[in-house]
């Protein structure tokens, strides 16, 4: 089955603590991209990635780093977590930019 | 700063009825997509508009686009209650970089 998987769906943490959420696509596409969902906010995008080893900033890439090693796996590393990094977190990839995304079925982010 | 801003934030109607929501965004773009989600869960693509489109459709969906005016309109008609979801627009620029909008929360009922 063609998806994006996220890992972990929950998570509460402490300030500080670092952490990873991993992504992964098994349907060969080269786009892939991070978004948090805050309330009356919409997606907004963090990083999103091109290809393998083509990273770049979305509008709001502080706090967080990506990397993007192979294709089909896009990590989100939170070096050092803050209060307001709570929130919603989405994967998503396509095959190209601009194309129809598909969206894994997010990670909620608590920090403490 | 967001690209797509959605209009209105929240719509209620009745099965039957139609809704229709508002896309407007600032900058040039290659394609205008709408999205629906359901509850806290992840976004489901509905439709892809080109910059050189005008009009699409998709079942019981109509996407238009006005790029002189930077704005998208979708249209559900015949809503549903399994229609109860918010729907987002979102933008491309050349290089790559997808806003969307803060999403118009759609409410059907029976």
């Known amino acids: 089955e063609a998806q994006v998987t996220q890992n972990p769906r929950y998570l509460i943490t402490v300030t500080g603590k670092k952490l990873t959420v991993t992504c992964s696509q098994n349907?060969?596409?080269?786009?892939m991209s991070w978004y948090r969902q805050d309330p009356g906010l919409g997606l907004r995008q963090i990083y999103y990635?091109?290809?393998?080893?083509?990273?770049d900033k979305g509008d709001v890439p502080e706090g967080y780093k990506v990397s993007r090693k192979e294709k089909r796996n896009f990590p989100l590393i939170l070096e050092s977590p803050s209060p307001n990094q709570t929130s919603l977190y989405f994967c998503?990839?396509?095959f190209g930019k601009g194309d129809t995304q598909y969206f894994g079925p997010g990670t909620r982010l608590t920090v403490l | 700063s967001q690209q797509g801003e959605e209009d209105p934030q929240a719509l209620s109607i009745q099965e039957g009825e139609n809704a229709t929501m508002n896309c407007s965004y600032k900058?040039?773009?290659?394609?205008l997509q709408w999205y629906r989600q359901n509850s806290g869960r992840g976004l489901v693509h509905l439709i892809l508009?080109?910059?050189?489109?005008r009009e699409k459709h998709s079942g019981r969906l109509r996407v238009t686009l006005d790029t002189s005016k930077k704005s998208s309109s979708l249209l559900i008609t015949a809503s549903r209650a399994a229609d109860t979801a918010s729907y987002f627009c979102?933008?491309?620029?050349?290089?790559?970089?997808?806003?969307f909008g803060a999403g118009t929360q759609v409410v059907v009922t029976p």
């Open positions: 998503a990839s396509s």
């Open positions: 349907m060969n596409h080269e786009y």
């Open positions: 990635s091109m290809n393998v080893e083509v990273t």
């Open positions: 900058t040039s773009i290659n394609n």
């Open positions: 508009i080109r910059s050189n489109e």
């Open positions: 979102a933008t491309d620029d050349s290089w790559g970089k997808l806003q």
